[in-house]
Nanobody, 124 residues
């Protein structure tokens, strides 16, 4: 069992930055690939970024490549999403999720555990 709690969301102007954190409970955090997803009002949940259990592999949605960076600290049971050059289209609720897989995945169905989400609002 893994419980996930996101933090770090807020309101920023376009061009600004935010750093999201996702703290995980449980001793097996380092066994899980982690992902960030987001859902804007009226839209489906979409993949943002993922990182493998051992920090070796990362994957990003095309819309965030070069602007967002995913990282993890297994000693702190935490995964991060550094978001730079934010745009109004980045406005959404951001969720972290854990998947018991060996690499990374953009598919929500591969993720077993989900956090409650944190709101990110980017104004123009």
């Amino acid at each position: 069992q893994v419980q996930l709690v996101e933090s770090g969301g807020g309101s920023v102007q376009a061009g600004g930055s935010l750093r999201l954190s996702c703290a995980a409970s449980g001793r097996t955090f380092s066994s899980y690939a982690m992902g960030w997803f987001r859902q804007a009002p009226g839209k489906e949940r979409e993949f943002v970024a993922a990182i493998s259990w051992n920090n070796v592999n990362t994957k990003y949605a095309d819309s965030v490549k070069g602007r967002f960076t995913i990282s993890r600290d297994n000693a702190k049971n935490t995964v991060y999403l550094q978001m730079n050059s934010l745009e109004p289209d980045d406005t959404a609720v951001y969720y972290c999720a854990a998947a018991y897989i060996t690499s990374t995945s953009p598919r929500p169905n591969d993720y077993r555990y989900w956090g409650q989400g944190t709101q990110v609002t980017v104004s123009s």
